[in-house]
């Protein structure tokens, strides 16, 4: 709700942030650090289990940003930019490391569970909890299997709240691709869920 009014608003500061660090403000780059770090942090996860390596990656693609900050022509919003050069950066460290990937299933798993743990205290009856446990296990099973390019637009769509047209800026692909995506990984989670909601 009130989505595009507010990522309108962030577009507008961030241009001026991003003309200051131009001039040589550097303290203005450690302001669009401080605003976005979260958020990043929160999208690296998605491909990164350990805590410390996607710190790392969150970091390197704050790096990134700032050295490639003259290539940002303000033809799309500041954080689409951003978000596009944090994925990349994720990706290409899941592809160094892909032979450790097979191991961290379980972590995944974990990491997702204590993400919901908070969600779960609204539930009072134990038998709700169990099916809330096993659904939440069920759709994060179902996220983690996908492909990259349906795990990233359902992440974007659903856990960053974006809209249909930030997310094809960010995965630089048509609106009606990003429609695809979301709608097929929906699908999926849906024809895993369902069998539980019915039982």
Not at 98 to 114: F, G, H, K, N, P
């Amino acid at each position: 709700m009130g989505q595009h009014l507010k990522s309108h608003h962030y577009s507008d500061i961030d241009c001026e942030l991003v003309e200051l660090v131009r001039q040589g403000d550097k303290q203005a780059f450690d302001v669009i650090v401080l605003k976005y770090q979260f958020k990043i942090l929160k999208l690296v996860n998605r491909y990164v289990n350990d805590p410390s390596e996607a710190l790392d990656i969150a970091q390197e693609s704050f790096i990134k940003a700032y050295k490639a900050l003259d290539k940002f022509r303000g033809d799309s919003a500041f954080y689409t930019w951003l978000y596009r050069i944090a994925i990349n950066t994720a990706k290409n460290h899941v592809v160094t490391q892909s032979r450790r990937m097979i191991e961290t299933d379980v972590e995944v798993l974990d990491m997702e569970q204590a993400l919901t743990k908070a969600n779960l205290k609204d539930y009072s009856a134990p038998e709700k909890i169990l099916q809330s446990n096993e659904i939440q296990l069920a759709v994060s099973e179902v996220i983690q299997q996908l492909p990259r390019e349906l795990r990233t637009a359902i992440t974007l769509r659903e856990i960053e709240g974006l809209s249909y047209e930030e997310i094809a800026g960010v995965m630089d692909c048509p609106i009606g691709t990003v429609r695809s995506r979301i709608f097929r990984a929906r699908e999926a989670i849906e024809r895993r869920i369902k069998p539980l909601l019915n039982g």
